[in-house]
């Protein structure tokens, strides 16, 4: 499956909750969706049996699609030549995580927040919430020193 063609449907699904994943997966008409659901069923199991996460608590906090190799095929054609058949392939990447570690964190940020600003942070949905407020997301947007000048960090 090429890159835009998951990449349609993982933008979908990215920072939404676990259930409300596999209902979008599940109608929407896309070839692409099937083996992400596959993809997206077998982390939550693997979270449920090795870290002892509930699947109801979890949300897709990282969902990235990268470019594959690229497998070359020749056809047959007619007069001894042959035609190149380009199949391009994907590397999807999805990372779940049990919302319940990030309550406590979420309430204690909320608390640190002036209230003009609280409107906006309670407006980010959950999943969201929990990638910004990642040391990483926070160094790759400059949003540190927002949150230095604002006295949270």
Same mark, same amino acid.
């Given at each position: 499956m090429s890159v835009d063609k998951?990449?349609?449907?993982?933008?979908?699904?990215?920072?939404?909750?676990?259930?409300?994943?596999?209902?979008?997966?599940?109608?929407? #008409?896309?070839?692409?969706?099937? #083996?992400?659901?596959?993809?997206?069923?077998?982390a939550a199991a693997n979270a449920r049996h090795n870290r002892r996460f509930k699947k109801a608590n979890l949300i897709i906090s990282k969902a990235e699609v990268n470019k594959g190799t690229t497998m070359k095929k020749l056809k047959p054609r007619a007069r001894g030549r042959s035609y190149l058949i380009k199949r391009p392939t994907c590397h999807i990447t999805i990372v779940l995580r049990d919302i319940t570690f990030f309550d406590e964190y979420d309430k204690f940020i909320e608390s640190l927040i002036p209230r003009d600003v609280l409107v906006l942070f309670r407006a980010i949905p959950k999943g969201r919430r929990i990638e910004l407020l990642s040391g990483r997301y926070l160094e790759k947007y400059k949003l540190k020193t927002y949150f230095y000048r604002l006295g949270l960090i």
């Open positions: 998951a990449r349609r449907v993982i933008d979908q699904i990215r920072g939404r909750s676990y259930e409300e994943t596999l209902m979008i997966l599940e109608l929407m #008409p896309y070839r692409a969706c099937y #083996p992400i659901f596959k993809l997206i069923y077998s």
